[in-house]
């Protein structure tokens, strides 16, 4: 491979998700040439929903885009959680939130979100996909990758932006082992109305049963999202997805199998749900980590995109004055990446993984105690257990 280091700073971004395109957009900011390769074919219409919380609409007003993403999307103003056949058990206080933080939550739809950032790439950013990295090698002064179809290329640095299955991951640090949360996620988008959780209002709900979950959430323009988080063994194939999931749920109460009845079969995505033992580092040389590809988490604070973005704002920050030139400047700006974001990253991987175990729980009686619990907690000690999280600003 051709490892000459380019005239002008020139980053190579390995992905076109959330974490990836905050990345580019960022950095050229800073007048960087940008290039990014996607694996797919194409920017999926499918897709889930997302849940933008304070923290990542604040990373977003950074880039001037918190406002139209939120008119894309639609606001949390609701958001109960109840058991499997209704009963309330809590609220969570998001009026409250909204006050401190200056903003409410909003959902909306990841490749909705996704279209919006690509839309605000400019000259300096190109943006090539199906290219599947099969080497990278590392020079002075230069990084370079081929890909699959043959294709070279050759930049200043390299940001694994690539997922959960990252291949720049690999390639730096071998194989690691995912682990299996213990549960799969079904998800699905669907036009649906709820005179419960009207559009202007927004918001959603929550169904607690033994160790199985529903969710259900306005994502504007008349769509809701839903899912589904059902226990389940590792590997276990469903082909008829939404006979599945009406089975697993026969019973829960209203609105949940009419929204699930509601939508096309073939557009419900369904995964086994994995987290990954947190690495020691993730950079090596002119090459760096983001996102799921550096710290993939379960997605129960709903907070994987919302972590890719503080990244993407940290490590670019860090960038913005380096010498490109100098690989001990460019492994400098990485470790200090690496010092601020690791901690609070880590804590949140932890986090949604005790999270899981108390939402999943299949124990009757474990159940039992945990919804008396959640149903006698003040608003105040709920804002207080997460606002460390959501209130946090890079």
Request: no cysteine.
């Given at each position: 491979?051709?490892?000459t280091?380019?005239?002008s700073k ?8 959330i974490?990836?395109?905050?990345t ?8 960087w ?10 920017l ?7 849940v933008?919380?304070?923290?990542a609409l ?8 918190a406002?139209k ?11 109960d959680i ?38 605000h790439?400019?000259?300096?950013a190109?943006?090539?996909?199906n290219k599947?990295l ?6 002075e ?6 890909f ?23 390639m ?20 649906y109305?709820?005179?419960c ?9 929550e169904?607690w ?16 999202f ?21 089975k ?15 939508t ?5 995505l ?20 983001l ?20 990244d993407?704002y ?19 700006a ?9 901690p ?16 999943q ?6 159940m ?11 608003a ?9 999280l ?5």
């Open positions: 491979m051709n490892s280091a380019p005239a020139k980053a190579l971004i390995l992905g076109a998700g974490g990836g395109l905050m580019a957009l960022f950095l050229q900011e800073q007048g040439d940008i290039v990014i390769y996607e694996k797919k074919q194409e999926s219409e499918f897709g889930a929903g997302l933008l919380a304070a923290n604040h990373v977003l007003d950074k880039l001037g885009l406002e993403v939120k008119q894309a999307g639609a606001r949390v103003g609701k958001a109840r058991s499997w056949q209704g009963k309330a058990i809590t609220a969570v206080p998001v009026d409250q939130q909204a006050a401190l933080y200056g903003t409410y939550s909003y959902l909306i739809h990841r490749a909705k979100l996704q279209g919006i950032l690509v839309e790439l400019n000259e300096r190109t943006l090539h996909m599947r099969i080497a990278l090698e590392q020079a002064q230069s990084v370079a990758v081929r699959e179809d043959g294709t070279e290329d050759t930049g200043h640095i390299l940001i694994g932006a690539d997922g959960i299955h990252s291949q720049a991951a690999s730096l640090f071998g194989r690691s082992e995912l682990r299996y949360s213990g549960f799969k996620a079904l998800r699905g988008i669907t036009p109305k709820d005179q959780y009207l559009t202007e209002i927004g918001g959603g709900f169904a049963g033994k160790g199985k979950r529903f969710g259900f959430s306005q994502i504007g323009e008349n769509q809701v839903w899912f589904a988080a059902i226990n389940a063994a590792q590997g276990a194939e469903i082909v008829h997805k939404k006979e599945f999931v009406l697993q749920l026969e019973g829960w109460h209203d609105p949940i199998e009419d929204v699930i009845r509601a096309e079969e073939n557009s419900i369904v995964h086994d749900i994995y987290d990954r033992k947190p690495l020691a580092r993730w950079s090596i040389g002119r090459v760096t980590l996102g799921d590809a550096a710290h993939p988490m379960l997605p129960n604070l709903g907070q994987g995109g919302a972590q890719a973005m503080e993407a940290v490590l670019t920050d860090r960038l913005a004055d380096v010498d490109v030139n100098s690989s001990d400047a460019i492994r400098a990485f470790t200090e990446y690496e010092k601020i974001r690791m609070r990253v880590y804590q949140v991987v932890r986090h949604s993984r005790r999270m899981a175990r108390l939402v729980m299949s124990n009757p009686l474990g039992v105690l945990r919804n008396q619990l959640l149903s006698r907690l003040p105040k000690l709920q804002i207080k257990q997460l606002d460390g959501l209130g946090h600003r890079v």
